[in-house]
């Protein structure tokens, strides 16, 4: 059974936004779903997350998909870098993700965003993991540098790149509570490994 992973962003829940949608509407398709909630969301630090996914997951195959959120995005990544050599997953939607952020509302925020901005990533690692990630980005993201992550994750990760207009951070805040672009790229990565 092919299994999809939906991992939240920060100071956020598996009931907010547009995930608990999505989990029904894949669920409603046949695929096992996870939704867990991340320790700590207030201050997310590397590693208890990425051990969060480590322990959740266990071994992932090419059954297995990820969708992220923010910084969830992150963890995601910082994940796969971590997995034995050889391994593969089946794909990957990032929602809002980044590699570079702005706009940071205080200087506590900035120095818990700092290790996430800063340590680097192994996106070598992480492609060869994951050959099949797309990632939906929207041209008013508060947290700015759209083209500059646009740029990286294309370069950086072979991603498909798709630029949404006046989507936000893709939270309710923003009027986001479903997200039919999001379910129809993970069918498609799905539909794509098929072939």
């Known amino acids: ?53 480590k322990e959740l997951v266990g071994t992932p195959d ?11 995005c992150q963890t995601i990544m910082r994940y796969l870098e971590s997995l034995p050599e050889r391994s593969k997953i089946g794909g990957i939607v990032f929602v809002a993700g980044w590699f570079y952020l702005e706009n940071l509302e205080s200087p506590e925020v900035e120095k818990i965003a700092e290790p996430w901005l800063n ?22 993201d508060y947290f700015g540098c759209i083209e500059k992550n646009k740029l990286a994750f294309e370069q950086r990760l072979n991603a498909k790149v798709d630029i949404y207009h006046n989507y936000g951070h893709f939270c309710e805040d923003d009027g986001k509570f479903e997200l039919p672009e999001a379910l129809e790229a993970v069918l498609k990565i799905v539909e794509e490994n098929r072939k």
């Not at 409603?28 to 990425?50: A, L, Q």
């Not at 992480?126 to 939906?136: E, F």
């Open 1 to 53: 059974m092919k299994k999809v992973y939906i991992i939240h962003g920060w100071e956020a829940n598996p009931n907010q936004h547009w995930l608990p949608w999505l989990g029904r509407e894949l669920q409603d398709k046949g695929f096992e779903i996870f939704i867990p909630e991340m320790p700590n969301t207030e201050e997310p630090d590397i590693d208890s997350w990425v051990e969060r996914l």
């Open 119 to 140: 340590i680097p990533i192994d996106t070598d690692k992480v492609k060869g993991v994951c050959s099949r990630i797309n990632v939906l980005l929207s041209d008013d």
């Open 62 to 72: 090419q059954n297995t998909y990820f969708v992220g959120h923010s910084i969830g």
